[in-house]
């Protein structure tokens, strides 16, 4: 049974914070913790973390979950919800349900980025994207794209993003970029309004790294998942590859529900179903 609980809740959404005060209160022979700095990462005993909001905070989750290698339980606050598994009006019901350590953990690949800034090295991982974009400026860039060493493209255009297959519902989906199954650990590289070019992108194999480096003269971004930004300069490169550590989430349902509720979650009216 789960006792030790981190909470991360949306900090913009008055909802969310009243639903994790009703938790704690219901189950108050748990112990319950409310994470405002996700760096935190002192002893303090966790086996769960419980996400409040949409799937911006699970991102934030994920990122706190993964240095204590537990799995999250994303409650929907917001509008989507790829990632949630207990609506916002059933969680003070269904809750008990979870603490079942039998309950199904679904594992999700993660990317991996490493890099370089002048002599400050970084490394994240991210359960959606990473994406390199022109900063303020509005002057194209580009970026050279290599796979293992191999020079696949050079986009000149906004930008590019490097989706897992949990972020193939996100920003590269409205790219026009396809839903990858989220069971698998091949990840997709998706230009942004390239010039001249209409390019798809490509998946890319588990086993291989995308080496991105940029050409230009103006300011350019790299995001992480959207909550983590650095500035790039020219020539800067960066390596992204599919991460050794997974992301962990609580379900109730069988895997075969993601694909029966994913249209669902995209406004895709589904058809009549041929009878057996």
């Known amino acids: 049974m789960y006792k030790y609980i981190f909470t991360v809740i949306n900090p913009d959404s008055e909802e969310a914070f009243k639903l994790a005060d009703s938790l704690s209160e219901k189950y108050s022979k748990l112990n319950w913790k409310k994470i405002d700095n996700l760096d935190y990462n002192d002893s303090s005993d966790v086996d769960l973390v419980v996400a409040i909001?949409?799937?911006?905070?699970?991102?934030?989750?994920?990122?706190?979950?993964?240095k204590h290698d537990v799995p999250v339980l994303g409650i929907n606050m917001g509008r989507v919800g790829f990632m949630t598994d207990i609506d916002g009006n059933d969680a003070l019901k269904d809750f008990e349900l979870y603490l079942d350590e039998k309950i199904r953990i679904e594992e999700r690949a993660l990317i991996e980025v490493d890099f370089k800034i002048g002599k400050d090295h970084y490394n994240y991982k991210a359960l959606n994207d990473i994406v390199i974009a022109r900063g303020t400026s509005t002057s194209l860039i580009e970026t050279i794209t290599e796979i293992d060493g191999a020079h696949l493209a050079t986009y000149r255009g906004d930008g590019v993003v490097v989706a897992s297959p949990t972020g193939s519902t996100g920003y590269t989906l409205a790219l026009g970029g396809p839903v990858i199954d989220p069971n698998s650990s091949h990840y997709f590289i998706k230009p942004i309004a390239t010039h001249m070019s209409q390019f798809g992108g490509v998946i890319i194999n588990p086993t291989s790294i995308c080496k991105i480096t940029l050409s230009t003269q103006k300011d350019a971004l790299i995001s992480i998942d959207g909550f983590i930004e650095h500035e790039l300069k020219n020539r800067d490169s960066v390596n992204i590859f599919i991460s050794k550590t997974k992301a962990k989430f609580l379900r109730k349902n069988s895997m075969n529900s993601y694909w029966a509720n994913i249209s669902?979650?995209?406004g895709i009216k589904k058809g009549n179903q041929l009878e057996s």
């Open 53 to 66: 909001g949409g799937d911006g905070t699970i991102l934030r989750a994920v990122s706190l979950a993964i």
């Open 264 to 266: 669902e979650k995209l």
